[in-house]
Nanobody, 124 residues
Framework: QVQLEESGGGLVQAGDSLRLSCAAS????????LGWFRQLPGKKREFVAG????????RYADSVKGRFAISRDNAKKTVFLQMTNLKPEDTAVYLC?????????????????WGLGTQVTVSS
């Protein structure tokens, strides 16, 4: 497993942009797929974006397609989530996840390492 720590959350206005980062430590990150999920209090985690071994292999939730972009830097052991044109419904705790594999996945069961999350709040 890898240890994950998110950063970059905050309070922004609708239409603003924000970049989340997730730093990994432990095993070789290049052996893992990476993803971002989000969660509201009392709700299930919702898939946002995932990336496979290479940045060309990505998957996105329909609600964020065209607005969010996931990327990874294996040398820096970091995964990013660039969020643009943020909406109030994007407000949530954003969690970084990693799982052993090669292809990007939307399925939570494919991830077995999780960060604690970073809060993103978008005001209208």
């Amino acid at each position: 497993q890898v240890q994950l720590e998110e950063s970059g959350g905050g309070l922004v206005q609708a239409g603003d942009s924000l970049r989340l980062s997730c730093a990994a430590s432990g095993n070789n990150l290049s052996d893992y797929i990476l993803g971002w999920f989000r969660q509201l209090p009392g709700k299930k985690r919702e898939f946002v974006a995932g990336v496979g071994w290479i940045n060309a292999n990505t998957r996105y939730a329909d609600s964020v397609k065209g607005r969010f972009a996931i990327s990874r830097d294996n040398a820096k052991k970091t995964v990013f989530l660039q969020m643009t044109n943020l909406k109030p419904e994007d407000t949530a705790v954003y969690l970084c996840a990693a799982g052993f594999g090669s292809l990007a996945s939307k399925m939570e069961v494919h991830y077995d390492s999780w960060g604690l999350g970073t809060q993103v709040t978008v005001s209208s």
